[in-house]
């Protein structure tokens, strides 16, 4: 059964590998990037640059690669392994272990940011203090997506916008409402809308698409 209580939750959140990868990679990286030294007022620019970006790469990423279409071309269907996964979560909301961000997307990614802010930061102190914080953030992100789809209802006012939002996003409307830990994103790019002028869509558990095709029904 869905955890009720934060301790509960909590426990049930380590039981899956994807917040124990996490919870490694940014051990490591914040390990390393102590060890580096060095610290200077650009390390406050990433983390503040990072936390900026943040809710637009959630819209992003939401909006064009979970919600992606199955395109046909030349009589194949191309739809990515994400999307799919994405529209199994919206036809069962309340099921946990599809929930995750994928194991061979997450260390792609953990290999893909690690080699990127080392060819991007003038040295590798800027570069690890950038991995650890998008890594911090990426945990922050899989916690609150979590505990939203559980039977836990946050206390403070702040999450309990993150929990509405997300919840409406699922129940209201499949076009509004994208971001998760930030709302940053939605208010920027037209998806905020209050809920009461919004129509409840039939289509928030398919996503408008005939799962056994994978193409549009």
């Known amino acids: 059964m869905s955890p009720s209580r ?32 060095g610290l200077s007022l650009w390390d406050l620019v990433i983390v503040l640059g990072l936390l900026g970006f943040w809710p637009v790469q959630e819209w992003l ?20 392994y994400s999307a ?23 260390f792609l990614g953990i290999v893909l940011h690690t ?25 922050h992100y899989e916690w609150i997506h979590y505990l939203v789809h559980t039977r836990y209802k946050p206390k403070s006012a702040r999450y309990q916008r993150l929990w509405r939002n997300h919840r409406l996003h699922h129940f209201k409307s499949e076009h509004y409402w994208f971001g998760v830990t930030m709302l940053g994103g939605d208010r920027l790019l037209g998806t905020a809308a209050p809920h009461t002028q919004i129509p409840t869509s039939q289509t928030c558990r398919s996503l ?6 994978g193409i549009a029904a």
Not at 85 to 92: C, G, I
Not at 116 to 137: C, E, Q, R
Request: avoid cysteine; aromatic fraction near 14%.
């Open 6 to 37: 934060l301790s509960e939750a909590l426990r049930v959140f380590y039981r899956h590998p994807t917040p124990w990868l996490l919870s490694l990679t940014i051990a490591i990286a914040f390990s390393i990037r102590v060890y580096l030294g």
């Open 61 to 80: 990423i939401h909006v064009f690669i979970l919600h992606a279409k199955p395109r046909r071309i030349f009589g194949w269907t191309f739809d990515s």
């Open 84 to 106: 799919r996964k994405h529209r199994a979560h919206h036809r069962d909301p309340l099921t946990i272990e599809i929930l995750f961000i994928p194991l061979r997307f997450l």
């Open 115 to 139: 080699l990127a802010w080392n060819l991007l930061m003038p040295n590798a102190s800027l570069a690890f203090t950038g991995v650890t914080a998008y890594f911090v953030l990426t945990l």
């Open 208 to 213: 408008g698409h005939d799962e056994d095709l």
